[in-house]
Nanobody
Framework: QAQLVESGGGLVQAGGSLRLSCAAS????????MGWFRQAPGKEREFVAA????????YYTNSGKGRFTISRDNARNTVYLQMTNLKPEDTASYYC???????????????????WGQGTQVTVSS
């Protein structure tokens, strides 16, 4: 089993930045693809970004392209989500997740992810 713990959320004004971290323990996740998802109040959880096990490939939804950057440090068993130019519509709980055996195709399917964190709240004020 792996435990994922997110941190770095908070309250920020529109246009500001935050860096989310997701630290894994209990299992090394260097062979897992890692993803970030978010869930806004009253909405379903949605895919935000993902990164391959090596870090050589990254994936973003249109809402995050150009503003969000996902990265990972396998030596630290940690994945990051740098968010810039934040907008009120980015307000949500953000979750990281680990996906084993990613071999291609769409990476944002939630049921493909085996481990999930508890989430960190991001609130963007206008």
């Amino acid at each position: 089993q792996a435990q994922l713990v997110e941190s770095g959320g908070g309250l920020v004004q529109a246009g500001g930045s935050l860096r989310l971290s997701c630290a894994a323990s209990g299992r090394t996740l260097s062979s897992y693809a890692m993803g970030w998802f978010r869930q806004a109040p009253g909405k379903e959880r949605e895919f935000v970004a993902a990164i391959s096990w090596s870090g050589s490939s990254t994936y973003y939804t249109n809402s995050g392209k150009g503003r969000f950057t996902i990265s990972r440090d396998n030596a630290r068993n940690t994945v990051y989500l740098q968010m810039t130019n934040l907008k009120p519509e980015d307000t949500a709980s953000y979750y990281c997740a680990a996906r084993p055996a990613y071999g291609g195709g769409y990476i944002g399917t939630q049921t493909d992810y085996a481990y999930w964190g508890q989430g960190t709240q991001v609130t963007v004020s206008s």
